[in-house]
Antibody
Framework: EVQLVESGGGLVQPGGSLRLSCAASGFTFSSFEMTWVRQAPGKGLDWVSYISSSGGTIYYADSVKGRFTMSRDNAKNSLYLQMNSLRADDTAVYFC???????????WGQGTLVTVSS | DIVMTQSPDSLAVSLGERATINCKSSQSVLYSSNNKNYLAWYQQKPGQPPKLLFYWASTREFGVPDRFSGSGSGTDFTLTISSLQAEDVALYYCQQYYSTPYTFGQGTKLEIK
């Protein structure tokens, strides 16, 4: 059974940092691209970043470029999102997603809530 | 960036009736070299993550009921539910995966009339 379990969310002050993790199981993690998508409370889906299966190619949305860093550890079947210089508008549920063809997300985790507030 | 615009924002349909959701992209998402439309549809129920319904605009994901269909090409796409069931109440999103950033539509809320 394919599983993606996000963790690391929580309450952080503006300007602070947080590291999200996504633990994958039930499929060959190293063969798949991965994506982070976020959803602010009551809002729509917002694509955040993408990483190739090897980790050699990474893309970011302009809104997070220079502040967020996506990475993966294929030996640990894990995906990460390091978030620095957090702002109130980064408040959202962050989903990790198994990805194909660059941006097609065929399986989503349950998400982890990040709240940026003083 | 490719802007994805869905219509309507919300839709109320009677049980057993047809529901149609439209999605328009600001530029074509048809890749000429393979003749594929880089367009996906997702369903999101309250408190749940999105679920993939269609990819390549019209290829139904495994397990999706055949009352759901996806159509369109280039810049105009449609998600149709032929006979609405109570369990279809959800938010529906289109997404282009033609070029980064891989943008989503704003979502369409489908309810029972």
């Amino acid at each position: 059974e394919v599983q993606l379990v996000e963790s690391g969310g929580g309450l952080v002050q503006p300007g602070g940092s947080l590291r999200l993790s996504c633990a994958a199981s039930g499929f060959t993690f190293s063969s798949f691209e991965m994506t982070w998508v976020r959803q602010a409370p009551g809002k729509g889906l917002d694509w955040v970043s993408y990483i190739s299966s090897s980790g050699g190619t990474i893309y970011y949305a302009d809104s997070v470029k220079g502040r967020f860093t996506m990475s993966r550890d294929n030996a640990k079947n894990s995906l990460y999102l390091q978030m620095n210089s957090l702002r109130a508008d980064d408040t959202a549920v962050y989903f990790c997603g198994r990805t194909q063809a660059g941006g097609l997300i065929d399986f989503w985790g349950q998400g982890t809530l990040v709240t940026v507030s003083s | 960036d490719i802007v994805m615009t869905q219509s309507p924002d919300s839709l109320a349909v009677s049980l057993g009736e047809r529901a149609t959701i439209n999605c328009k992209s600001s530029q074509s998402v048809l890749y000429s070299s393979n003749n594929k439309n880089y367009l996906a549809w997702y369903q999101q129920k309250p408190g749940q993550p999105p679920k993939l319904l269609f990819y390549w605009a019209s290829t139904r994901e495994f397990g999706v009921p055949d009352r759901f269909s996806g159509s369109g090409s280039g810049t105009d796409f449609t998600l149709t539910i032929s006979s609405l069931q109570a369990e279809d109440v959800a938010l529906y999103y289109c997404q282009q995966y033609y070029s980064t950033p891989y943008t989503f539509g704003q979502g369409t809320k489908l309810e029972i009339k």
